[in-house]
């Protein structure tokens, strides 16, 4: 997370990399039954950290983004989903849960980087959110990537990051004079 982490930082955002496998004590996922089980604790892992980024005194507590990768990502819309404090979310080969549509109130205008040999995530997840977020009018952008897999790298790195600046900007800039 350093790479997207310094990316944001040397761009002027405040940016935070939360732990959410510290609250479970997880050091690696082998099986959905573990995922499943702890999705619900990182989840409340990651609404924590969005309450102690909006009490920092350099934080605009109003322009909340989130960005996760895979699971990250899962969890971020999550978040996102019943949390009016996030404002933009980043969604990095990552998908919305299922079982989410039952709990979600809202979601915040999401930028969505897919690849389309994706064999963890399946693409699929992508167009899913993407049609979820057209049935409700919010606003979002989608790239998916030809021949990409799980991760990025090199030029489809590069271009995601342009992509995920861009977004942020445009969602997360202070347009008051």
Not at 133 to 142: D, F, N, T, V
Not at 149 to 159: L, Q, S
Request: proline share 6%; with cysteine; aromatic share 12%.
């Amino acid at each position: 997370m350093a790479e997207p982490a310094g990316l944001l930082a040397a761009q002027g955002y405040a940016t935070y990399v939360p732990h959410y496998f510290d609250r479970t004590g997880t050091t690696e996922i082998n099986d959905k039954a573990t995922m499943a089980r702890h999705f619900p604790m990182w989840g409340k892992a990651l609404w924590d950290a969005v309450t102690h980024v909006e009490r920092q005194p350099h934080v605009d507590r109003n322009r909340i983004g989130l960005l996760g990768f895979s699971l990250g990502a899962y969890l971020a819309l999550s978040v996102a989903s019943v949390d009016p404090r996030v404002q933009a979310v980043i969604d990095f080969y990552g998908g919305f849960p299922r079982e989410m549509k039952f709990f979600m109130r809202r979601l915040c205008p999401t930028l969505i980087l897919h690849g389309d040999a994706d064999p963890t995530v399946p693409v699929v997840e992508a167009y899913q959110l993407q049609e979820m977020l057209e049935k409700r009018g919010i606003p979002y952008e989608i790239q998916i990537y030809s021949g990409v897999g799980h991760g990025f790298a090199g030029d489809t790195w590069r271009d995601a990051g342009r992509r995920t600046l861009a977004f942020l900007q445009k969602y997360l800039t202070n347009t008051e004079a």
